[in-house]
């Protein structure tokens, strides 16, 4: 918003960030507690509501004792799909103004990340967001993609105009569709 960054108190900055991580940030302690991390004042309707928006709610419900059910160091009790959810509640309930998404959807199945990212979309309309994706599935919608190569940018457009030039995002899309059409091939057999 015009500011430097070097004149912002970097507690109160930080509030205003949403990260979620390929590699979650979870700890010993109950799943409601882990997503209400960063945010006290946040109530029980809250937590659920954010739950909800991350598609994670009804497999918390399902657990023998729900929201309090309790998780080990790094999220152990919970898949890799899970963690990644209980990290997306987690930003969502704290409605931070601009998120960093690094890989957040890479652990779950295509049908659950695309009711996430649907979701996300609406969330994060209007709000500065970053992903980080190597599924490039992720992308299409953004305002813009920023093509990285070994650390330097090679392409900078949105999807239709990357697709269009046909270069290395181009290939990169290519590659991946291949990809997956061999796996679905594969699947099939």
Do not use: C, W
Not at 43 to 67: C, L, M, R, S, W
Not at 122 to 146: E, G, P, Q, V, Y
Not at 171 to 186: C, F, H, I, R, S
């Amino acid at each position: 918003d015009g500011k430097n960054i070097k004149d912002l108190d970097a507690f109160a900055y930080r509030k205003h960030l949403g990260v979620v991580l390929q590699e979650t940030f979870l700890f010993a302690g109950s799943i409601f507690d882990n997503i209400r991390y960063g945010n006290e004042n946040a109530t029980y309707f809250d937590v659920i509501q954010a739950a909800k928006k991350a598609k994670i709610h009804d497999a918390i419900i399902n657990k023998e004792i729900g929201y309090d059910t309790i998780i080990g160091t790094k999220g152990a009790g919970l898949s890799g799909g899970e963690k990644q959810r209980v990290a997306i509640a987690r930003a969502i309930l704290n409605e931070p103004s601009l998120y960093i998404l690094d890989e957040a959807t890479a652990s779950l199945d295509t049908v659950t990340e695309k009711q996430i990212q649907d979701e996300l979309a609406l969330i994060t309309k209007d709000k500065t967001t970053f992903i980080i994706a190597h599924r490039l599935s992720t992308l299409k919608n953004a305002d813009r993609l920023i093509v990285l190569d070994k650390g330097s940018i090679v392409e900078v457009g949105t999807h239709k105009e990357l697709i269009d030039k046909k270069g290395y995002y181009y290939e990169l899309v290519n590659a991946q569709y291949m990809t997956y059409q061999k796996k679905a091939e594969d699947d099939l057999d």
